[in-house]
């Protein structure tokens, strides 16, 4: 069935508007404070397994990922961008080289030379992360 509850402003449980950035739009430095990274993507050429991999491993340390495959979207770069805008690290798991622009922000990261295990890999790519998770790191 339906809830219904009192929802003025004095009823109890009902929190009150205190006016404090309640109409402000959140931004991206809000964002990348709270989830502890900046937005990115990690383009992995023929490596499905490390791609999820990745991803994976990403999830387990708290990070915002997100593992999509280019031929499921009719417009991928949008797609990236609005991942990107709430502030994920994407990783694509695609054919070929990038052919996404980065219009909404965001780091590309294409690993080239990687090591063939996926193990190592993985571990070259972690470090990379982890260095652009603590650029423009926010202090409060």
């Given at each position: ?27 991206q ?23 999820q991999r ?8 708290g ?10 979207y009719r417009d991928?770069?949008s ?25 909404s ?36």
């Amino acid at each position: 069935g339906m809830i219904s509850a009192d929802l003025t402003a004095n009823a109890p449980g009902v929190l009150a508007n205190t006016g404090q950035s309640s109409l402000n739009a959140v931004t991206q430095q809000e964002r990348s404070k709270r989830l502890r990274h900046q937005p990115g993507t990690i383009w992995l050429e023929n490596r499905p397994e490390l791609a999820q991999r990745i991803e994976r491993k990403l999830f387990e340390r708290g990070l915002l990922a997100r593992l999509i495959l280019p031929e499921t979207y009719r417009d991928l770069e949008s797609a990236v961008g609005a991942l990107h805008d709430i502030g994920a690290i994407v990783i694509v798991a695609a054919n070929e080289p990038s052919s996404v622009r980065l219009q909404s922000g965001g780091k590309l990261f294409e690993p080239k030379n990687l090591a063939t295990r996926d193990d190592d890999a993985a571990n070259q790519i972690l470090q990379a992360v982890e260095t652009w998770a603590a650029e423009g790191e926010v202090t409060q």
